[in-house]
Structures are given as C-alpha cells and as structure tokens.
C-alpha cells in the first residue's frame, strides 16, 4: 500500500468506504420485508446516526477546515452556518419540486407521499456522501495511509447503517430485494467520484471543503427534521424510533471518538 500514489490510495480508500453502504444493505437480500416497526426502529437507528454525523463527522470538522483560512474568529462559524442553510434550503427546494411519478408511475396519494419521503432521504444521502468522499480524499492527498485511513474507516461505518435504512425503506415500499439492495449501494458509489476529485485538486478542494461538509450537514439535518422523524412516529411506533435514534446518535458518537 504504502507504493501506491496518493491519487490511487485516495480512490481505494474512497471507494472501500462507499462500498461498505453495499454491505449494510446486504440483509435485505436474505430475509423478509420486515414490519412497520421494525422499519421505523431502522430508520430511527439510521436518523441517530445521521444527525451524531452531521455534527461529529460535518459541521465540527468544516469548522476545523475553515478556522486555519482566517484570521478573524466569526468567519469560520459564519461559512459553515450560511453552508448549513443553503444544504437545507436545497433539499427543500427539491422537496417542493419532485414530482411523484418520476420514481413510480400512478403511485397518488398518502403512498406517493410516502415513497417521495423515502426518495429524498435516498438524495440526502448521496448529497452527503460525495464530500465525505472528498474529505477522504483530501485526507489521503495530504497525510497518506495515516490521515486517510482512520477518516474512510469511521465514514464507511456509518454507511453501513444508512445503506440498511436505505433498502429496507425500498422494500417497505415494494421494491424487489435485489433492486432495493442494488439502489442502496449505488448511493455510495458517489464517494469515490468525490476521493478523486478530493486527492486529485486538494490545492482547490481545502478551500471547498468547509462549505461542502457543512452543505451536506444541512442536508441531513432538513432530512431527519422534515422527513424521517415525523415518518417514523406516523404509525405509532414512536416509542421503538427513538429508542433506535437514541442507539444510533451513541453508536456513532463513540465510534468517531474512538477511532479519531
């Protein structure tokens, strides 16, 4: 490993974390559809993970990238809060503006809403994975096996969790195991388009940097308020979510203490 160039390490490393959404999402192709409360207990777990990333893995580390770039104290915390916003305004945006048949045709009413709801927790994912990919680009370009590695291990471990939720909210919705599994894994694969980029122009991407984890921060946290949490207390397990939330925030929150 240690003779490869930092562009092929930034894209293996990149790469094996986005793949690891693949793994996670491996179970749907050997069990049943599971019941509404264990979805909404799975989509809980993934909601805690998303929103301890948000912060531990996206806003605190924007703030770490920005801080060196100025001299004055207020203007780190004010790009990653205008960054905040604009990822939140941006998943809005397309809240608004999807239109329901353009993920399946004669679906209407409270089940359009529904597959809508799990579609955009599916873009808000992949929004987020792409500077994540970057940031384990950025690591390997700059620090090699060191700076890289401890970076694309704690985000390939919280892919795991998302590509689970991601597959079995498709197979709630009546997608074939294999396509739920397949869609899933192709929400990760953004991250090593995001590793090359990162590794391949680290002189323009740490300036970015900042702003996309901090986008991508936004992201999630308009998905877990508008979307997920409400959907998840829709059918009375509210109870059985947020104790999968609660499990979910912990979980992440040791691992990124744990591994750096």
């Not at 998905?223 to 959907?231: A, G, K, R």
């Not at 059918?235 to 912990?250: D, P, W």
């Amino acid at each position: 490993m240690e003779n490869l160039s930092p562009i092929m390490l930034g894209f293996l490393g990149s790469l094996a974390a986005g793949s690891l959404t693949a793994v996670g999402a491996v179970p749907v192709l050997f069990g049943r559809i599971p019941s509404r409360a264990t979805r909404d207990l799975s989509l809980g777990f993934a909601a805690g993970v998303m929103l301890a990333a948000s912060f531990f893995s996206l806003i605190i580390p924007a703030l770490d990238a920005a801080e060196p770039m100025f001299e004055n104290g207020a203007m780190p915390a004010a790009i990653v809060c205008v960054s905040i916003l604009l990822g939140m305004g941006a998943v809005a945006l397309m809240n608004e503006k999807l239109p329901h048949e353009h993920f399946k045709t004669g679906r209407e009413g409270p089940e359009a809403a529904s597959l809508r709801r799990v579609w955009l927790f599916i873009i808000a994912i992949t929004i987020h994975n792409f500077p994540e990919g970057l940031a384990v680009g950025v690591g390997f370009g700059s620090g090699g096996m060191e700076g890289g590695l401890p970076l694309a291990i704690g985000i390939g471990l919280q892919n795991a969790p998302e590509g689970l939720a991601v597959a079995v909210s498709l197979l709630g919705e009546g997608y074939p195991k294999l396509r739920a599994w397949g869609i899933a894994a192709l929400t990760g694969m953004i991250e090593p388009i995001g590793g090359l980029l990162g590794v391949g122009i680290i002189t323009l991407s740490e300036p970015l940097l900042p702003w996309g984890l901090a986008f991508a921060a936004g992201a999630m946290l308009y998905v877990i308020s508008h979307e997920i949490i409400p959907e998840t207390h829709r059918s009375g397990h509210q109870n059985r979510a947020t104790l999968g939330l609660a499990v979910g925030l912990v979980l992440m929150l040791f691992l990124d203490v744990w591994l750096g």
